[in-house]
């Protein structure tokens, strides 16, 4: 098992609010993500459930298990020593598998997770064609105390409410995230899919829990790490932008090859070189071309 140091690293930073902006952590799917992020300022990397899911050509409705994601932990590892966050959805929807998925994944190098109330089998939080549901407060402040029970401080744990996107009212929310950093989470996260920001804004102007405030600005892009760090997160996750942006990529050369029948780099559709991509596992390797 892991010595818990990647934890205890994250937790002193979400700790230290002395910092004048959040820590920065984006997903990474695989290693050529993570080896990309690591050397552009990121703070931590964020493994996801949808971004794994999709890569694994599932659906992000609890299909992963903790060997899948533990597999893209250890990849990560391999490139950097950034801490790494895992999503877990709900850990299964039950609080023996929650100690599983934290047991596993510590021992794959993580040093968080990050658990929700969403009821099981989950579905994305932004999805349009199913309604996301929440679970009794009270099964995931069980399965945050088996993992502090288990796991002591070796494993920083995010505590995930989905009340807001399930459509409950602010209060319901921080309720639930009040119960939940009294149950032993580190930080806590309100998710929100309201597009202006100003759900994000009003967590930040209203929390008191003590516990670190996490944000995931996926649905208010718009809103910059600064207006976050000045609302009070200590964590902004950008969960799977990086994914996006991968795929938005590979469009546009297919699209370039469709009409032209050749893979030609250009201001619409670059192409990394050759060397870019041994250099991910092997550092000092040239490329001939």
Known sequence: MTDGSRAHQLRRALDDTAQERPLLAVGAVNAIAAHLAAGSGFDALWVSGLEVSAANGVPDSNVLGPRDLSDVVTSLGRVT????????????????????????????????????????????????????????????????????????????????????????????????????????????????????????????????????????????????????????????????????????????AIRQFTCEGAFVPSPASALADVGDLLRVGEPGALSCI
Not at 93 to 119: H, Y
Not at 142 to 165: F, M, N, P, Y
């Open 81 to 252: 020593e950034k801490p790494v966050i895992v999503d877990v959805d709900n850990a299964g929807g039950a609080v023996s598998t929650a100690e599983r998925f934290a047991f596993d994944l510590v021992r794959a190098g993580a040093a968080a997770v990050c658990i929700e109330d969403s009821t099981y089998p989950k579905c994305n939080s932004f999805a349009a064609h199913k309604a996301q549901g929440v679970e009794d407060a009270d099964l995931l402040s069980r399965q945050i105390e088996r993992i502090r029970k288990t796991l002591g401080l070796d494993l920083v744990v995010i505590a995930r409410t989905e009340a807001l996107i399930a459509g409950e009212e602010m209060g319901s929310a921080m309720a639930r995230a009040m119960q939940y950093a009294a149950a032993g989470a580190d930080a806590v996260l309100l998710h929100s899919k309201d597009p202006t920001g100003n759900q994000a804004l009003e967590i930040g102007r209203t929390w008191t829990g003590g516990a670190a405030l996490v944000s995931v600005p996926t649905a208010f892009p718009q809103l910059t790490t600064d207006d976050l760090g000045r609302a009070g997160f200590r964590l902004c996750i950008y969960a799977n932008q990086l994914s996006r942006a991968a795929m938005a990529g590979m469009r546009a």
